[in-house]
């Protein structure tokens, strides 16, 4: 009895031996095995499981928004096994910067988000953000460095990295009366003295009489406009061939500069324009000329669709009566413009960097970008689409779009922020008449030193 219990149990394993050869015989014909977390599931090769979305954790403005949305939906399209699930944060602008650094200091920085232009070089510094070439080097050589400007290739990048891709563009522009102009015989600015002489023009008593102007040219000459003094002024400094900073010194100390100041000054001084710029907000010079008040207004390329409904003018009616030239050659013998914009960043924590950069890499490509600017007449920063748009339809973006040839980009410095305030401070000193223009440079140059810590040359 005993020895028949025995051969019985030698059977029953037998047989076990052979079924668990068949099972493993079946898992390397096309069953998967999932042991995370210590469980075991079986996937049928003729119905695959869907994976969970991976999630993607973003900031951004309203504006910019639905544009993201569009490449998440192209993505999951044509990705239906790699989707992805948007967990987006729209912010007004004012609560953009200090919700990003808040986020980043505590470890909690989204996968990607929007900054403005000038942040870049402090968040890089910061260890904030995800070099481009580090995630996608391909697309770097063969994208970012063939069909953006020249510009924001350079001023994108912080000591060498690349590390933002431009959404868009904007730039700084003389607005004129076009119709005026024309009227009076009088061709639109390409240096300082022929802008001072149209300003001056339209200052005289008989010609405000004529069009209702109470004076010649408005442009932000103060604290008071903050960054849109800087960003729209900076272009006086370079057409008279003076910048702020060169070789890692302070330049700005120049002659060149002082120059840019003292012409600034004579727009005042000479009653082409009133000490009142000083108190101008960010948007009140363009404000003056689409209310018909001013003949010429220092303005930036993004008031192109606030002037149009200011003004009710037609497409046709801002053909005839809205000039733009970039701003007037100086002492340097060129035209000059400043290059602004908002850019699009991976943080050095994100989650998913590389899901981000394709996200990123559809959201700035041409198709979804040439839609963005025509949609809200901002520059693009791609030179394909700046060539594909419509001549006709799409004039202003078009005609502006060759001024990015000349543009530069404001410093590219972690201390950008304090640099842009000493800015600030020197024209407004000098317009004001509280300081001479020599003084007043050489005391924010001195400044300038002071807060980057950077040698005046």
Same mark, same amino acid.
């Given at each position: ?227 849109? !003094?800087?960003?729209? =002024? +900076?272009?006086? #400094?370079?057409?008279?061939? /003076? ?6 010194? &302070? ?112 959201? !700035?490509?041409?198709? =979804? +970008?040439?839609? #963005?600017?025509?949609?809200? /007449? ?6 394909? &689409? ?72």
């Amino acid at each position: 009895m005993q020895k028949m219990k025995v051969l019985v149990l030698v059977f029953v394993l037998a047989v076990m031996t052979i079924l668990a050869g068949c099972g493993a015989k079946s898992s390397d014909s096309g069953a998967s095995q999932n042991t995370q977390g210590g469980e075991s599931t079986a996937e049928s090769s003729a119905e695959p499981t869907s994976a969970e979305p991976t999630e993607l954790t973003v900031i951004n403005q309203d504006r910019w928004a639905p544009y993201v949305e569009k490449a998440v939906k192209i993505w999951n399209e044509q990705h239906p096994d790699k989707q992805v699930k948007l967990n987006q944060l729209v912010l007004g602008y004012p609560q953009l910067r200090q919700k990003i650094t808040t986020a980043a200091a505590a470890g909690q920085a989204p996968d990607f988000s929007l900054i403005d232009s000038v942040w870049v070089a402090e968040f890089a510094d910061a260890g904030y953000l995800k070099p481009l070439d580090s995630i996608d080097p391909d697309w770097v050589e063969n994208d970012f460095k063939k069909d953006f400007y020249p510009v924001f290739v350079g001023g994108d990048s912080y000591e060498g990295k690349p590390y933002a891709i431009r959404s868009q563009t904007d730039m700084a522009l003389i607005w004129f009366r076009k119709d005026w102009f024309s009227q009076e015989g009088i061709q639109p600015p390409k240096t300082w003295d022929e802008l001072m002489a149209a300003a001056k023009h339209f200052s005289q008593k008989d010609v405000q009489a004529k069009y209702g102007n109470s004076q010649g040219i408005a442009f932000p000459g103060g604290m008071k406009a903050g960054e849109t !003094t800087t960003s729209l =002024l +900076m272009p006086f #400094f370079w057409s008279s061939g /003076a910048d702020v900073f060169k070789d890692g010194k &302070v330049v700005l100390d120049s002659t060149e500069s002082k120059a840019a100041v003292q012409f600034l000054t004579d727009l005042v001084g000479e009653k082409a324009s009133t000490k009142e710029v000083i108190s101008y907000e960010w948007d009140r010079a363009t404000k003056l000329l689409a209310t018909g008040k001013v003949a010429l207004s220092v303005g930036g390329s993004y008031e192109y669709a606030m002037i149009k409904n200011t003004t009710g003018w037609s497409d046709d009616e801002m053909k005839e009566k809205l000039g733009f030239v970039p701003i007037p050659a100086g002492g340097s013998g060129k035209v000059a413009t400043s290059a602004g914009g908002m850019d699009y960043v991976i943080y050095e924590q994100a989650k998913q960097p590389e899901l981000a950069m394709e996200i990123l890499k559809i959201v !700035t490509g041409p198709e =979804l +970008m040439k839609e #963005f600017v025509v949609d809200t /007449a901002q520059n693009s920063p791609r030179i394909s &689409v700046t060539e594909g748009l419509d001549k006709d339809k799409d004039w202003f973006l078009a005609e502006t779009g060759k001024f990015l040839y000349d543009a530069n980009v404001r410093p590219v410095i972690p201390e950008y922020a304090k640099v842009s305030e000493q800015i600030q401070k020197m024209i407004e000193s000098a317009v004001s008449g509280k300081t001479p223009a020599d003084q007043a440079v050489t005391e924010a140059a001195k400044a300038i030193s002071d807060v980057t810590g950077l040698p005046q040359q």
